[in-house]
DNA sequence: TCCCGATGTCTACAACTGTAGACTTATCTG
DNA sequence: CAGATAAGTCTACAGTTGTAGACATCGGGA
């Protein structure tokens, strides 16, 4: 923000123009920004900074700061799998996957992030709400089956969402404080409880 | 924004000089303001206006805009109680409470909601941070007790808070668009096993 | 009655935002 | 070795933001 560093990645200086290498710096950086920023806390030139180019490049690449947020929520839900292990062990191996994500030391900044510091703006929303049906959605009802099985696959969204929340962001002291794995194993007994096809009646 | 519309009040036009309701005036203005579009999503000249008074008066009353915001942030914890029911009941209460608040046709938007737009600033996270820890948390601990309460009662909050941003924010559909009976029964079925002292081991 | 202090407004400024058009420079093709 | 075209930069602008200082106005006490 004030220093005047030139560039901020220390292998290449300057990159040859390459219009794809380009653009796919600038999108990451994109997806950096607006999860530790927040789409209104994060300006274009200091995106354009952070690839190494200047503010207008983006809008020649992109078109507009709301369609680089597009692509970055995009590309920042692509990769990542909000479950991990399967059948029995699904609940296990979530739970310690969100604890471990989600420790304070941890400087992975996940979708939730993004979308978290982004709900404000409501052209945001909208984008974000888009993508979040298209993907963990879609992932989430793959794996989960039986009565319920999209309130619950939501409901495993909402925990998890709600320990980011709480654990990453806001630094709450009983979840940030205590061994990891008293939290997981809390976690998990709930997890359990929505895995399970029918669990209420 | 743009249009020349004197007052918005359209009881009293011109409120008689008092300091104290001009100051609460302004504060319950910047409530609804920063849970609306969060901390960065609304100006000083927004609130004043919707306050019926001048931006600069925000000023002399509170100093700056963060000081606002840590009052607002207050008043809006303050007389908010996060969990329902005592006991046996407190699951299924708290339960069908959270179902009820984040209803997509409710129009009553709570502390999570200002919570979560505001996240992004980090000013505005020091203060919030301060704020659940000192409202939300201590109430949960008076209701819990026995093994890992602390964890528990932050999970609770995770959970309410993960459901809030799905449903309300969000929109997801299996949340927002199945009875409401289903989903608050799921949700007291981990209530459930949250307010169990020994859950794990 | 007069006047002083509290209450509120007006003008202004410096910083920042996203974006548009004109400009420069490198890279590849002939 | 040119020249054309893609790749990238510079300057600028209109808008908004939070805040500071000077100014106006209402209300009550002598």
Redesign the pocket.
């Known amino acids: 923000?004030?220093d005047a560093a030139p560039q901020d990645t220390p292998g290449p200086p300057?990159?040859?123009?390459?219009?794809?290498?380009?653009?796919q710096a600038i999108l990451s950086a994109a997806v950096a920004a607006f999860t530790r920023y927040g789409?209104?806390g994060?300006?274009?030139?200091?995106?354009?900074q952070s690839a190494?180019?200047?503010?207008?490049?983006?809008?020649?690449?992109f078109?507009?700061?709301?369609?680089?947020f597009a692509e970055a929520v995009d590309a920042a839900f692509a990769p990542r799998t909000v479950i991990a292990g399967t059948g029995a062990a699904l609940a296990g191996e979530t739970a310690r996957t969100l604890v471990a994500r989600t420790a304070p030391e941890a400087e992975e900044l996940g979708p939730f992030l993004l979308m978290l510091r982004s709900a404000a703006n409501p052209r945001a929303a909208q984008i974000m709400r888009e993508a979040i049906t298209r993907h963990a959605g879609r992932h989430l009802n793959e794996e989960l089956s039986g009565a319920g099985a999209g309130i619950r696959a939501e409901l495993m969204l909402s925990l998890q969402a709600g320990v980011w929340l709480l654990r990453s962001v806001l630094g709450t002291p009983a979840l940030s404080e205590g061994p990891p794995e008293d939290l997981a194993q809390h976690i998990e007994a709930l997890f359990q409880v929505l895995v399970t096809p029918c669990a209420a009646e």
């Open positions: 923000m004030s300057k990159r040859r123009r390459d219009a794809s290498a380009t653009r789409y209104d994060v300006g274009v030139r200091d995106i354009a190494g180019v200047t503010a207008m490049l983006i809008n020649r690449y078109g507009s700061k709301e369609q680089l």
